[in-house]
């Protein structure tokens, strides 16, 4: 399906024309028509798929089209999980409004809290954020929600592995009148946290799942390798990094320590190389990001911080040197590659420790990976047997029973619940600022 068959502003088409688009991905055929419909929508789609701009356009299209429910709070709140992610879709956002009145800004934690409240008090009418720390403005009464009109939750289910269920309530709440408008995206919805938190904050919504999430991406060649111990696994991935043609990789590890090491050896090997992990400030993984994106090097070695928010067409290859812990997340690992209708290869160095999270990824996809052999690489690690099941304990003889059972015992008393306390926790952060009384929303008639 044509961008110009949705019936789109032409100010919007002109956007993303000078982008290159021209043709919608699957879940944007589906999720677009839905949203510029004024309905709630909950969606599910791969990591890849497109829904970004899934959900920009109908906003774009939404500010254009409709008159504004308040002159000074913001239109449209974007929530992500994740910094980096966060930063991509503001910088798409950024393009598309390039020609435009509209203003956006990006409210992310590590950045300086009172250059951030500057920027809010600009009446921006975009809002790119991670739930934390806008919630923090929100506490702070920097920024107000009375009148916004569109929420967007990306990657919801990641949010909530991350802890933000309060935040994303909060969130909701302090929006929470009649014509705002919802979108949940998420990668999976066959998750009982994700059912209830969209329960909470959709109402009546239109469904649009593009597959799983968890399904196999069609342009990334999957390769598994099995390795002794830590100097089979730098072996291998030496044959693999310098042995054939590689436009750029990222090679993700399990600890930050790793993403140092790792990176120095591999420009032992001759190619160009940066680490990125936790420990950098967020100018500097800012900085690192930015320069990957521009083909400065080679090779990004990086903990999960990499594993969403980079859209980079140019990553030919993803190597898992460490298997992550939760499967989920080894598809958005390999996601970085195979993007934007180009080719992918991703490998996976499958040792001894990384058994039992290989196996946990195999029974995600439910598919069985079948694995590869280097010539003069060969390894003599060939699986581990699942663990034997635990030996039944024989019964205590009757009379030896009843003999003890005659013995008279104290109970001790149940030990009582322990209950949160709100204050206690820190949770007053998510209580909500009374109403601003200089600006209430007009919920009159929309000019179409």
């Known amino acids: 399906m044509l961008f110009e068959e949705f019936g789109f502003d032409n100010r919007i088409l002109t956007s993303i024309g000078h982008l290159g688009f021209d043709k919608a991905t699957e879940i944007q055929a589906r999720a677009i028509p839905e949203a510029m419909a004024g309905r709630d929508l909950l969606a599910s789609s791969k990591t890849g798929s497109g829904k970004t701009l899934a959900y920009l356009l109908p906003a774009l299209h939404r500010v254009y089209k409709k008159k504004a429910l308040s002159k000074r709070d913001p239109r449209v709140v974007i929530l992500v999980p994740t910094r980096e992610l966060a930063k991509q879709v503001y910088g798409q956002l950024r393009l598309l409004l390039a020609s435009s009145r509209f203003t956006s800004i990006l409210i992310q934690g590590g950045e300086n809290f009172n250059d951030q409240h500057k920027l809010l008090q600009k009446d921006p009418h975009f809002i790119v954020a991670t739930p934390g720390r806008l919630v923090d403005h929100l506490k702070q009464r920097h920024v107000f929600l009375e009148g916004l009109e569109l929420l967007v939750l990306d990657e919801a289910d990641r949010m909530l592995d991350l802890g933000f269920a309060d935040a994303m309530r909060a969130i909701n709440a302090a929006a929470n009148h009649r014509q705002r408008q919802t979108l949940f995206f998420s990668a999976t919805l066959d998750n009982t946290e994700v059912s209830t938190i969209a329960s909470e904050l959709l109402r009546e919504p239109s469904r649009v799942a593009v597959g799983q999430g968890f399904d196999e991406h069609t ?16 072996a291998l991935l030496k044959h693999l990094l310098t042995g054939q043609t590689i436009k750029q990789a990222i090679v993700f590890t399990a600890t930050k320590n790793d993403t140092v090491r790792l990176s120095n050896m591999i420009a032992d090997w001759g190619l160009t190389t940066q680490a990125l992990n936790g420990n950098l400030s967020q100018s500097a993984r800012n900085k690192t990001m930015e320069s990957f994106a521009k083909g400065q090097f080679d090779v990004l070695v990086s903990t999960d911080v990499a594993s969403r928010g980079l859209d980079i067409a140019s990553v030919s290859h ?10 989920e997340e080894f598809v958005h690992r390999t996601g970085r590659t195979g993007r934007a209708g180009f080719k992918g290869d991703a490998y996976s160095l499958v040792g001894p420790k990384d058994w039992v999270n290989f196996k946990a990824i195999e029974a995600f996809l439910q598919k069985t990976f079948s694995t590869e052999v280097i010539e003069g690489l060969e390894g003599k690690f060939k699986g581990l047997l699942p663990p034997k099941p635990a030996r039944s304990v024989s019964k205590k003889p009757k009379a030896q ?13 149940p030990a009582k619940a322990r209950f949160h306390d709100n204050q206690q926790d820190g949770f007053e952060a998510f209580k909500l600022p009374a109403k601003r009384a200089d600006s209430k929303p007009n919920f009159g008639d929309e000019d179409e």
Do not use: M
């Open 401 to 413: 029973a009843s003999k003890k059972s005659s013995k008279k015992v104290t109970k001790k008393a």
């Open 318 to 327: 993803v190597f898992n040197f460490d298997l992550p812990k939760q499967a």
């Open 219 to 234: 342009d990334i060649s999957q390769h598994v390798l099995l390795c002794d111990h830590l100097d089979h696994k730098e």
